[in-house]
């Protein structure tokens, strides 16, 4: 069975560009004719995923892989990692910096809408280790 | 792929087979194939951005405008309040009666339904907040471009779309029913919408097709305005009473610029966004769950709102500063009572007949989806191609190129990058 795959860099602290992969993301959903509430979740994990790089991670990844069954969604960085993630799961618990919250981000319903709008979530850290976000959606 | 959409088409006499429409389509409905430019009708959402941007004017709307008047029918001209914005100082009232003189046995003014649909949209937003049956933002109806771009590319977001009928729907219901009790169905009545850009159908409209026996046509603005100026020069007072007046008011004036929409409604969280890079940004951004804060977004495909419109005769800027003036000196009394709205709505009037399905299947063609390996085929011929966007082939990009040839539309010959390179594999 063939599988789409592709990966997308999230630059570091880039609010301009963020948002980008998961717009291409949208589009490749929309030529498979997938249907348009599947897109929306997707859609809404991984732009979360792709603010939560810029504003906490350092550099990252978003990688997606599609075949007829199911959609993988994993978002990687290398920053400084979740000390604690049963809080950072909790609706509103945010560690975001005063000057991102000006900008009307970190609400602290990233991680939350993400393990909401997908099948299936996976989240590993650690101290300085990084954050891997993984997200499975069925088709 | 043809010569020509339902609202566009090429004038091929003019047309030197150049790739800047192709470009600025946001559909990416144009090529340009053995130097003939074709459209896909399905895709083209009328936005005019072709008409914009076409060096030698070879892009044209579809509209009525050469035809005359037929002198034998009864001819009504059905007025969208961004004309009054063309002509500076100049009451409503005064370019309705040289509409009049110019041979329209009727000139109807719109600002009355935009009133009423102001005010039916308050009513459903307030309702809204308490039952949330439907998800916020809601997006104005009201430019039907948005429509149509909504139904072809963004299809999550036909829920977001306000369930009213558009103010023009409103207007041409209610006169075809007067219109219907003065003449009777004898098909001797023809309607003309004055337009400030080359749309014609919604789905509204469309919907009660059935119920209207009058044929109807589209005049751009830019296309009444030499007779309507000369006419008003010679304007006959008093004005001659017309049965289908609604008394036009220089406050709907303000409906023709970005946001004249929403500044009069009794709602705090709304947006305006006016342009159509910025509104394809939004709806990105809502589709992304973004301004689940915000209640209405009121969007324009238009710079600067309708008056920046393909069909406008004067310039955008210019004109804004006639509907400044004009706004500042009247300020902005409703005329509709809040009471009968109330009435109205509560009876179903507002509701729009159109369903999302409807409005789906009408504007957005059933394109072939593609399968996964067909989407690997397309990242293959592009890595091979390794180009930079030249449309020179007569597609947008070279990842439409690509889809093209994948759908066996294109064939990999009409890169020229691909032929420059040959066999040897340089990159050029």
Known sequence: MSVLKKTFHINKKDFIHAGEASIKI?????????????????????????????????????????????????????????????????????????????????????LPNMKENSDHFTIESEKNRGTRVGMVFFR | MKQHSSYVYFDEAVCTGCAFSVKACPTRAIRVRNGRPLIMDGKCIGCGECIR????????????????????????????????????????????????????????????????????????????????????????????????????????????????????????????????????????????????????????????????????????????????????????????????????????????????????????????????????????????????????????????GCVGGTLIAIDKYLAKNTIKKASRKCGFKRRVSADNIHRLYEKGWFSAKSSLAKTACLFSIQEEPLSIEELMEIDNILERIHGMDCSACGAPDCRTFAEDVVRGEASLDDCVVLRARGKSAEKI
Request: hydrophobic share 40%; charged share 25%; proline share 6%.
């Open chain 2, 53 to 304: 941007v076409c060096p030698t004017g070879a892009m044209k709307a579809v509209t009525s405008g050469s035809e005359p008047l037929q002198k034998d029918r009864i001819s009504v001209a059905l007025v969208s309040p961004v004309l009054y914005s063309q002509f500076f100082g100049v009451p409503p009232g005064d370019v309705l009666q040289a509409l009049r003189q110019m041979g329209f046995c009727h000139a109807v003014d719109m600002s009355y339904f935009l009133e009423m649909f102001q005010c039916a949209a308050e009513e459903f937003i307030v309702r809204n907040r308490k039952d949330e049956k439907f998800p916020w933002p809601l997006i104005s109806p009201v430019c039907p471009v948005v429509v149509r771009l909504i139904a072809l590319q963004f299809p999550s977001l036909l829920s977001h779309i306000l369930p009213i009928m558009r103010p023009v729907a409103l207007m041409a219901r209610e006169v075809n029913r007067q219109l219907i009790r003065k003449y009777g169905k004898e098909e001797s009545v023809t309607l003309y919408y004055i337009n400030p850009c080359p749309t014609r159908m919604d789905a509204d409209r469309i919907a009660f097709h059935h119920e209207r026996p009058y044929i109807d046509k589209t005049l751009g603005i830019n296309e009444v305005y030499a007779d309507l100026t000369r006419e008003l020069k010679k304007i006959r007072k008093p004005a001659k009473p017309d049965m289908l007046d609604y008394g036009p008011t220089e406050n709907s004036l303000i409906w023709g610029l970005s946001g004249g929409e929403i500044l009069d409604m009794h709602l705090d969280r709304t947006l305006a966004v006016s342009g159509l890079k910025e509104t394809i940004a939004y709806l990105e951004k809502i589709e992304m769950g973004l301004f689940q804060d915000i209640e209405y977004i009121e969007f324009r495909t238009c710079p600067e």
């Open chain 1, 26 to 110: 949208k589009n490749l959903l929309k030529s498979l004719n997938t249907d348009p509430k599947l897109i929306r979740r997707v859609a809404v994990c991984g732009y979360e995923g792709e603010m939560n790089v810029v504003m906490h991670g350092g550099e990252g990844f978003l990688n997606i892989q599609i075949n007829t069954g199911k959609i993988l969604l994993n978002i990687s960085d290398d920053g400084p990692g979740i000390e604690d993630i049963e809080r950072a799961m909790e609706k509103g618990f945010s560690t975001a910096l005063d000057k991102y919250r000006e900008m009307g981000f970190g609400a602290g319903m990233g």
